[in-house]
């Protein structure tokens, strides 16, 4: 589950036990999740998928056959729109435990410590301080912000100051990684129909 659908998730089952959002019932689904991880205000996931897409345009037509069900996973994990399933249990298990979500997000980055910082009826903010895993990776402070604009949509910020470490940096053309950057992660979530379809929670 990526970061921002648990922080979803999140925001969307603390509603639940607010009487202030008593009437903005949260609708489990199918959600398009829209997000965008900038440095300096450089796309670096649109340059990671630049650089796949060029490498599989280099290969040879045998190895480009053997590497493209890799790359096309690689390539769904860095789109910029997808499609995630956000389920009652999923909710309900949130709304029982709501530190909970901090513990996802933890999870899904391991390189991070993160700290809740406020809790309001709309509102999760939190901080954090991160380090490369591997080597690779953020190495900086981070704050976020999670708002639950009604129950068919949210928005999120995430955003850092520090070092971007990565072993090749061509990997991200077109990205300067030079010195102390200021990291943006921009999310936003709506709601498309009660029905997930093929996708699963």
Not at 9 to 24: E, S, T, Y
Not at 31 to 59: F, H, P, Y
Request: glycine share 8%.
């Amino acid at each position: 589950m990526s970061r921002f659908r648990r922080a979803a998730a999140a925001a969307v089952a603390l509603a639940l036990g607010q009487p202030a959002l008593a009437l903005q019932s949260p609708e489990p689904g199918l959600w398009e999740v829209r997000s965008k991880t900038l440095v300096n205000g450089q796309d670096v996931m649109a340059a990671a998928r630049r650089n796949i897409q060029e490498q599989l345009q280099q290969m040879s037509p045998q190895e480009r056959a053997q590497a493209k069900p890799f790359m096309d996973q690689a390539l769904a994990a860095l789109a910029e729109v997808r499609q995630e399933c956000l389920g009652a249990q999923e909710i309900a298990c949130y709304a029982s435990n709501p530190r909970a979500w901090l513990d996802d997000l933890q999870r899904d980055s391991p390189g991070c410590k993160f700290t809740l910082t406020e809790n309001t009826a709309t509102t999760l903010r939190y901080t954090g301080r991160c380090k490369p895993v591997d080597g690779e990776g953020f190495d900086g402070t981070v704050q976020g912000e999670m708002t639950l604009t009604s129950p068919r949509a949210w928005r999120a910020t995430h955003t850092g100051q520090g070092v971007y470490r990565v072993a090749d940096p061509a990997s991200l053309p077109g990205v300067d990684l030079r010195g102390t950057v200021r990291l943006d992660v921009q999310a936003s979530g709506r709601w498309l129909r009660a029905q997930c379809g093929a996708a699963r929670p």
